[in-house]
């Protein structure tokens, strides 16, 4: 049996041949997975990350599986000063750089009331202002140099439902989405394109693992709360981001596409809630709320 398609690679080979893409918290989880893809595809790939082993050892790894060529660069995206030596060094080793993914997230899972003032400020600060630092440096490169190029933003759906229990990510990653509509706008002119998208469930090891508890995996069941009922494949969230990224997706900017199996429109929808009724459950309904002949 073939894979199927949501599984398998959508876009064609040599779709990034000559360009070169920055994809922060490249390297681990849903960032390592878009790298891994695009470098498929033929682009340069530079990943950026907090910790220097674990970028290293990517790079390594993804440039031995593809024959690509990946440049690993410790970035915290808190520090302008990392952002801009990051894209530096992206420029020294490719010549020039066509595209950014703003990946790299920090979110706790918690009661508001039990956060410090500076919980709110660590993940604002990583995913608010990290994608905006990343975007102003690479930005400013892009408009100076006369490059067309394309931005690729994470968001969520929780952006526009919010969230209770991640309060902090929720305002940050709603940002994050009007940030990319504002910039639509007005670096159109440019021929500087910025979309976003906005994932459901796809499990990685970092997030999942660490951000869940393990005695809410019965509340999270995915056949109840995900009308798909299945969690995401890594490589259907690389397709979508690879075709936003590419020439393909060149009339598309300032918007979102969301790719959660239908997750919050479940969550939204007032009688949604009736999944759980039995179709004998439906039949004893059915006959008392019908009139009587
Ligand atoms: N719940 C609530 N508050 C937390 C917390 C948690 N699980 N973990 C840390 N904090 C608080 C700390 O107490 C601290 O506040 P304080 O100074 O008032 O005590 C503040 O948040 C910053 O914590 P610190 O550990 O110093 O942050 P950091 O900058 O070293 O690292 C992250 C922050 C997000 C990078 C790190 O926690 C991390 O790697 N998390 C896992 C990755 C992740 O979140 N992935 C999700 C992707 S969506």
């Known amino acids: 049996m073939p894979a199927p398609l949501h599984t398998s690679s959508m876009l064609k080979e040599g779709t990034f041949d000559g360009q070169t893409v920055v994809i922060t918290g490249g390297g681990t989880g849903l960032g390592r997975s878009m790298g891994e893809y695009l470098l498929k595809l033929g682009a340069n790939l530079v990943i950026g990350g907090r910790r220097q082993e674990v970028i290293e050892a990517t790079a390594a790894e993804l440039a031995q599986a593809s024959g690509g060529q990946v440049l690993g660069v410790q970035c915290d995206v808190r520090q302008p000063e990392h952002v801009e030596a990051m894209l530096a060094a992206a420029v020294k080793k490719f010549g020039r750089v066509t595209g950014l993914v703003n990946n790299a997230a920090g979110n706790f899972i918690c009661p508001t009331e039990r956060l410090s003032y500076n919980a709110f400020n660590t993940v604002v600060d990583i995913v608010l202002k990290g994608s905006y630092n990343c975007t102003l440096a690479f930005g400013k490169y892009w408009i100076k140099e006369k ?64 951000l869940m508890p393990p005695q809410l995996e019965e509340t999270f069941d995915v056949k109840k709360k995900i009308p798909l009922q299945r969690n995401g494949e890594h490589q259907e969230l690389a397709n979508l981001a690879a075709y936003l990224l590419s020439d393909y997706a060149a009339y598309i900017t300032g918007d979102v596409i969301t790719i959660d199996g239908g997750e919050w429109l479940r969550g939204a929808g007032e009688f949604n809630g009736l999944e759980q009724v039995t179709h004998e459950e439906w039949d004893l309904l059915q006959a008392a709320m019908k009139p009587k002949k």
Do not use: D, H, Q
């Open 147 to 210: 490059i067309p190029a394309s931005i690729l933003n994470i968001s969520t759906t929780y952006a526009w439902t919010g969230s209770g229990y991640v309060v902090p990510s929720a305002v940050a990653k709603a940002g994050v989405l009007i940030m990319t509509r504002s910039l639509a706008s007005e670096w159109g002119k440019y021929r500087i394109r910025i979309n976003c998208i906005a994932p459901g469930p796809f499990p990685t090891e970092g997030a999942w693992s660490r």
